[in-house]
């Protein structure tokens, strides 16, 4: 007989982001930009020799180096994983389970929750003020009572857009009783970023991917920095071989290519400023952004429906805590850009 799923996953629901085929889709983040040309051919060149037969490097030592070189750390200091979510998943794992409890601070990042709860670990919730901004009294308040092992900061948030400042990372870390993990998936984006405060004496963690500003999202690969003591805990919960060969070129290939990286990131957030000061016009309620979307609250019904019937696809928010009525558009190209709002102003008639 099959055995009964455990019974604290018995009704939790699994991560979903429709996919549907659509003119214009603009829900999952992603950059409308492929890589640049000349890596794809270094990539393609190199793969050519690569041996298949043979198990990856276990440690994706190339890689790390590459990746703390960039950042100005030691290999030791890095590991990478299938996307931020399995390193994510290996802090939890190494960090977590029954007993333990992390933080998170709702409205934010939904596996920032789903992941410790499949690995069997309590979540506890706090709240953002109204305007989705993160009080560093809230802060000190829910890891006083919870005394997380982990306390998931997003920076940028996701799905709000809202970069958590430096004082408010300063007051998690003074107030956290374990690790604190800044998830900067969009940090490329934003005018800041904590990487420069991770240390081997401090329990900080920043989890970064290749998928949004280096046009990665095929590849799935993303990583951490973070004290060494971190590391070396959170490599026993990965599986041997995680990262195969082919993802481990890519990523320090691209590594190569930061320049034209930057291009794309310019490019985008100045057409992120073009949306912002276009729905500023619409019958929408917008907040600030730094990363490569913007939630927007329709003062009217049936958005979501009305765009995609105009093959234009959107992410739906409103069931996520606190954001009723919200929907969150992806930066795209101009053109798909100008399709949206063409079809949001038809939409809000």
Same mark, same amino acid.
């Given at each position: 007989?099959?055995?009964?799923?455990?019974?604290? *996953?018995?009704?939790?629901?699994?991560?979903? $982001?429709?996919?549907?085929?659509?003119?214009?889709?603009?829900?999952?983040?992603?950059? &409308?930009?492929?890589?640049?040309?000349?890596?794809?051919?270094?990539?393609?060149?190199?793969?050519? $020799?690569?041996?298949?037969?043979?198990?990856?490097?276990?440690?994706?030592?190339?890689?790390?180096?590459?990746?703390?070189?960039?950042?100005?750390?030691? &290999?030791?200091? %890095?590991?990478?994983?299938?996307?931020? =979510?399995? %390193?994510? /998943?290996?802090?939890?794992?190494?960090?977590?389970?029954?007993?333990?409890?992390?933080?998170?601070?709702?409205?934010?990042?939904?596996?920032? $929750?789903?992941?410790?709860?499949?690995?069997?670990?309590?979540?506890?919730?706090?709240?953002?003020?109204?305007?989705?901004?993160?009080?560093?009294?809230?802060?000190?308040?829910? *890891?006083?009572?919870? #005394?997380?092992?982990?306390?998931?900061?997003?920076?940028? =948030? =996701?799905?709000?857009?809202?970069?958590? &400042?430096?004082?408010?990372?300063?007051?998690?870390?003074?107030?956290?009783?374990?690790?604190?993990?800044?998830?900067?998936?969009?940090? /490329?984006?934003?005018?800041?970023?904590? +990487?420069?405060?991770?240390?081997?004496?401090?329990?900080?963690?920043?989890?970064?991917?290749?998928?949004?500003?280096?046009?990665?999202?095929?590849?799935?690969?993303?990583?951490?920095?973070?004290?060494?003591?971190?590391?070396?805990?959170?490599?026993?919960?990965? +599986?041997?071989?995680?990262?195969?060969?082919?993802? /481990?070129?890519?990523? #320090?290939?691209?590594?190569?290519?930061?320049?034209?990286?930057?291009?794309?990131?310019?490019?985008?957030?100045?057409?992120?400023?073009?949306?912002?000061?276009? *729905?500023? !016009?619409?019958?929408?309620?917008?907040?600030?952004?730094?990363? =490569?979307?913007?939630?927007?609250?329709?003062?009217?019904?049936?958005?979501?429906? !009305?765009?995609?019937?105009?093959?234009? +696809?959107?992410?739906?928010?409103?069931?996520?805590?606190?954001?009723?009525?919200?929907?969150?558009?992806?930066?795209?190209?101009?053109?798909?850009?100008?399709?949206?709002?063409?079809? *949001?102003?038809?939409?809000?008639?």
């Amino acid at each position: 007989m099959i055995p009964p799923v455990r019974d604290d *996953l018995a009704d939790l629901e699994g991560y979903h $982001s429709p996919q549907v085929s659509v003119d214009v889709r603009l829900n999952t983040n992603e950059s &409308p930009y492929p890589p640049p040309p000349a890596w794809r051919a270094a990539l393609l060149e190199e793969l050519a $020799s690569v041996p298949f037969h043979r198990y990856p490097d276990r440690s994706a030592r190339d890689l790390r180096r590459a990746i703390a070189t960039w950042h100005g750390v030691r &290999p030791d200091q %890095v590991l990478a994983g299938n996307g931020s =979510n399995e %390193v994510i /998943q290996a802090l939890c794992l190494a960090y977590g389970g029954p007993g333990r409890t992390v933080a998170v601070f709702a409205p934010t990042y939904a596996l920032h $929750s789903h992941i410790p709860r499949i690995t069997g670990t309590n979540v506890a919730v706090g709240e953002r003020r109204a305007d989705f901004t993160l009080d560093p009294a809230e802060v000190e308040r829910v *890891l006083a009572e919870a #005394r997380p092992v982990i306390t998931f900061l997003c920076s940028p =948030n =996701n799905p709000t857009g809202r970069i958590e &400042p430096r004082e408010v990372v300063d007051a998690a870390l003074a107030a956290a009783p374990g690790l604190v993990v800044v998830d900067e998936a969009y940090a /490329q984006f934003a005018p800041w970023s904590a +990487l420069d405060m991770v240390a081997d004496d401090r329990p900080l963690v920043v989890t970064r991917t290749f998928s949004k500003t280096w046009s990665m999202a095929g590849f799935r690969l993303g990583y951490l920095v973070g004290p060494a003591e971190v590391v070396a805990a959170a490599e026993k919960a990965m +599986l041997p071989y995680h990262l195969d060969t082919a993802k /481990q070129t890519a990523g #320090r290939l691209a590594l190569a290519y930061t320049g034209e990286m930057e291009a794309r990131v310019g490019a985008l957030v100045a057409e992120r400023e073009r949306l912002a000061a276009a *729905l500023a !016009g619409l019958p929408v309620d917008t907040w600030p952004s730094a990363a =490569n979307f913007i939630l927007f609250r329709p003062r009217v019904e049936g958005v979501w429906k !009305g765009l995609l019937d105009r093959s234009v +696809l959107v992410r739906d928010c409103s069931s996520w805590p606190r954001l009723d009525g919200c929907l969150r558009v992806t930066v795209g190209t101009p053109s798909e850009n100008d399709a949206f709002l063409s079809a *949001l102003t038809e939409v809000l008639g």
